[in-house]
């Protein structure tokens, strides 16, 4: 096997194994506490994102390793991966199915292996670079639209709007908000999901870190779409990313929409 | 069995079937077409439909039958079936997996039975008047919810706003997007689904017809909730609800947020 296709098992094997994690907590109950900035923090984040870190130090001890919650393990190469152990914890401690396991892997800084895996509704998509992107075990390719027309009757999924907020941009939110009748806030890796199986034209996800969007860059791009950072800046000493990924032509219209002066 | 009973175990057996119908249609592959009013019809929509009418004329000739797609069947008595066949045709058409049958039965005009099941995430929830609520084979019993600050922590379902701009509403739904920091646009069955099972604290719901609202009227009572319809008007004919239910403290907070003056 080459590289990246071994990196792409270990990754797959490892997202089994949270998956089960995340299973056993939500049938036995967990406990969760804000964080300092508001967000939630679980047992359950804890307890996945120390598993992905035994599980990639154990096969790749010279790798790096950043996580949302842990302490960051230094790369001893070019190979780094990222993690968010449980992205919308939000819909985690609310008994809303749709938060999934990020688990990527950077090559000096590019996403070259995704996997975003859903263990509340089972669904799964991941890619490896130059190796196509597949969902649910099929192969995917995005089809393309035609025109404005068609692009009117795309879903456009956004993330939430005090994601925007908290970046101080709810006027773009605002405005694709009225100006698309297809706008519908699927937050997090259930929005990049629909983009990715290309059910929603584009996901628009503002305010991001790193382990937030690199699995969706390479399968996106794996599936013939697009990803496009529309900003960045730091929060607090923190790298923050504004992404738009899927159909290239709806990516488009949505940076058209939400840039134009109002 | 009491009749309310048998009005459920028959409506469970029809949810059963229809839950197929949908599966086979999924995986098979099915054809849409946009209806006069820019809404979509799919092949699904009318089998689904044609199977509820099939069965549950056969069991309660004496019934009648409301749904939306086919002709009306006339009551010769108190008892009025309603079905949406699929709820959230243009997530099914999308690929969304979080579209749903609806049904539900009227007892002179009241429900008194209601399912909806949503096939695409193996998800359930019904009641029956004086029986219960139930989820995926629990009992449910809403939390309350304590103050203004754990209000701000819910989750507030909201239909896509291109509904309220349909009724000349869209200013409710910009406030509360604005006024509460939780709203997302989980449309259709699944954000009745999420405020039945409290996993969001209110599903505000607008422009509705009596189908896609009659189970979960039953089903939130049933589970301690409450439902309420907020206006009222008829369009080319037909009747429309403004509809919020879930979790009284959230829905009576949802209520005076959208109303407010600006």
Same mark, same amino acid.
């Given at each position: 096997m080459s590289d990246l296709a071994t990196f792409l098992t270990a990754a797959l094997e490892v997202a089994d194994a949270t998956d089960g994690v995340i299973r056993t907590h939500v049938a036995s109950g967990f406990s969760s506490r804000h964080k300092a900035d508001r967000?939630? $923090?679980? /047992?359950?984040?804890?307890? @996945?994102?120390?598993?992905?870190?035994?599980e990639i130090g154990r096969r790749f001890p010279e790798h790096g390793i950043l996580g949302e919650e842990l302490e960051d393990t230094?790369?001893?190469? /070019? *190979?780094?991966? #990222? @993690?968010?152990?449980?992205d919308g914890t939000m819909s985690l401690t609310h008994g809303i199915p749709l938060y999934g396991t990020l688990i990527a892997l950077l090559d000096r800084g590019e996403p070259v292996v995704g996997v975003i895996s859903l263990p509340g509704i089972s669904a799964r998509a991941w890619a490896a670079r130059g190796a196509g992107a597949w969902v649910d075990g099929e192969r995917i390719t995005l089809r393309s639209v035609d025109d404005d027309e068609a692009i009117m009757d795309e879903v456009i999924a956004v993330g939430e709007r005090r994601q925007f907020v908290a970046v101080g941009l709810e006027e773009p939110f605002d405005r694709l908000m009225r100006s698309h009748p297809g706008v519908? $806030? *699927?937050? /997090?890796?259930? =929005?990049?999901? +629909?983009? &990715?199986?290309?059910?929603?034209?584009?996901?628009?996800? *503002? =305010? +991001?870190? &790193?382990? /937030?969007? !690199?699995?969706?860059? #390479?399968? #996106?791009?794996? !599936?013939? =779409?697009?990803?496009? &950072?529309?900003?960045?800046?730091? &929060?607090? =000493?923190e790298k923050r990313y504004d992404v738009l990924l899927g159909?290239?032509?709806? #990516?488009?219209? @949505?940076?058209? !929409?939400m840039l134009a002066e109002p």
């Open positions: 967000s939630f $923090v679980t /047992d359950v984040d804890l307890a @996945v994102e120390q598993h992905v870190r035994d230094t790369s001893r190469g /070019d *190979y780094t991966w #990222v @993690v968010d152990p449980v519908r $806030v *699927y937050c /997090d890796c259930f =929005g990049h999901l +629909l983009a &990715i199986r290309g059910a929603a034209g584009a996901m628009v996800d *503002y =305010g +991001l870190r &790193i382990w /937030d969007w !690199a699995p969706s860059r #390479v399968i #996106v791009e794996e !599936a013939g =779409g697009v990803f496009e &950072i529309v900003g960045e800046r730091e &929060i607090d =000493g159909k290239p032509p709806v #990516v488009e219209w @949505v940076k058209r !929409a």
